[in-house]
């Protein structure tokens, strides 16, 4: 019997982006997720990698925070 591909993920807003034939497969190795979340979460993560190289968190701050900044309640 010949594997089918998904028409549907089931998620609001996230397509099916499958090129492999074996699904039940893929996402047996994910251990309950779907390809197109793992998808997903790799784009928001070479996005997020993207704003770092703009916001060069690595880098000293340009000015020094205040004395209370991380203490709660303020």
């Not at 993560?45 to 991380?70: C, H, Y």
């Amino acid at each position: 019997m010949a594997d089918v591909l998904k028409k549907t993920t089931g998620l609001v807003g996230l397509a099916v982006c499958e090129t492999e034939t074996d699904v039940k497969k893929v996402e047996g190795q994910l251990q309950g997720g779907q390809i197109e979340e793992v998808i997903l979460q790799a784009e928001n993560e070479l996005s997020l990698a993207r704003k770092m190289i703009q916001w060069k968190s690595w880098e000293p701050l340009v000015e020094e925070p205040s004395a209370n900044q991380w203490k709660w309640p303020v």
